[in-house]
T-cell receptor, first 110, second 112 residues
Framework: KNQVEQSPQSLIILEGKNCTLQ??????????LRWYKQDTGRGPVSLTI?????NTKSNGRYTATLDADTKQSSLHITASQLSDSASYIC?????????FGKGTRLHILP | DAGVTQSPTHLIKTRGQQVTLRCSPI?????VSWYQQVLGQGPQFIFQ???????GRGNFPDRFSARQFPNYSSELNVNALLLGDSALYLC???????????FGPGTRLTVL
């Protein structure tokens, strides 16, 4: 069983709308959680990183939240743009291991 | 400053062949990690090298091997290719730890 679960698996929204992606993890002990954006056929690019003591982190239109008690994180995208179409991957670090979620595929329609 | 570079960008091989993928980390980064990403899945950890020594290994068969050179560049070798080895192979570099990993564009390997 994957220790990092993401939902939904895919999402389609209209340009300009907001959306929220979810990440649940069972990794313990927890070091940090990072959200990556991956365009098709390209390497992932880091959006945000949060440690145990942080519960929100913003990067432009991207805002990540973390609840370390419930082991849940979300990535909120505001005023979506066509260029936001990509996979969004949640990655959790457990001491010396890095565990990737399978990602959420986001499609933005004009 | 250049980011992580990988070569080649695309590669087509047949079953049973061997392949070598190359990665150059960001200047000053001493750690390189390799990941395999099958279509529709998240990256799976293969190896991590730091200061030319293997520091971590994922759940991959012995057909997969890697090394890191004195200039911190790295090669990933895969022997006796199988159809299931078809994937995007990602290289990530970091200064000294996993905290700040920067990914390259990947090498798309297709095994026919």
């Amino acid at each position: 069983k994957n220790q990092v679960e993401q939902s939904p698996q895919s999402l389609i929204i209209l340009e300009g709308k907001n959306c929220t992606l979810q990440c649940n993890y069972t990794v313990s002990p927890f070091s940090n959680l990072r959200w990556y954006k991956q365009d098709t056929g390209r390497g992932p690019v880091s959006l945000t990183i949060m440690t145990f003591s942080e519960n929100t982190k913003s990067n432009g239109r991207y805002t990540a939240t973390l609840d370390a008690d419930t082991k849940q994180s979300s990535l909120h995208i505001t005023a979506s743009q066509l260029s936001d179409s990509a996979s969004y991957i949640c990655v959790v670090r457990e001491d010396d291991k890095i565990i990737f979620g399978k990602g959420t595929r986001l499609h933005i329609l004009p | 400053d250049a980011g992580v570079t990988q070569s080649p960008t695309h590669l087509i091989k047949t079953r049973g062949q061997q392949v070598t993928l190359r990665c150059s980390p960001i200047s000053g980064h001493k750690s390189v990690s390799w990941y395999q990403q099958v279509l529709g899945q998240g990256p799976q950890f293969i190896f991590q090298y730091y200061e030319k020594e293997e520091r971590g290994r994922g759940n991959f068969p012995d057909r997969f091997s890697a090394r890191q050179f004195p200039n911190y560049s790295s090669e990933l070798n895969v022997n006796a290719l199988l159809l299931g080895d078809s994937a995007l192979y990602l290289c990530a570099s970091s200064l000294v730890s996993y905290n700040e990993q920067f990914f390259g564009p990947g090498t798309r390997l297709t095994v026919l």
